[in-house]
Nanobody, 121 residues
């Protein structure tokens, strides 16, 4: 069983910064893809950032240059550094990791519970 625990959300003023963390625990053989999503009230879920094994990254146009996804492989933890935050960044942020629990198994997507980020003056 794999569990993801998210932390780091909160209330910040426009222009401020936050760092979100997603720690994975349980039976983990390898992590293939790491994602951060967000969902604002009345909006569809949006992929914010993606990190693929080997270092390739993808970002939503709305966050390019402001957000950075990274990982600490030894701790099975993924981070989202958010700088120059804007009110439109307000949303619940979710991490989603594609994980193989055993060698040779097809990876499965695991999701965290979400953490609220509010950007307001």
């Amino acid at each position: 069983q794999v569990q993801l625990v998210e932390s780091g959300g909160g209330l910040v003023q426009p222009g401020g910064s936050l760092r979100l963390s997603c720690a994975a625990s349980g039976s983990i053989f390898s992590i293939h893809v790491m994602n951060w999503y967000r969902q604002a009230p009345g909006k569809q879920r949006e992929l914010v950032a993606r990190l693929i094994t080997g270092g390739r990254t993808n970002y939503a146009d709305s966050v390019k240059g402001r957000f950075t996804i990274s990982r600490d492989a030894s701790a099975n933890t993924v981070y989202l550094q958010m700088n120059s935050l804007k009110p439109e960044d307000t949303a619940v942020y979710y991490c989603s990791l594609e994980i193989s629990e055993r060698r040779g198994l097809i990876p499965y997507d695991y999701w965290g519970q979400g953490t609220q980020v509010t950007v307001s003056s």
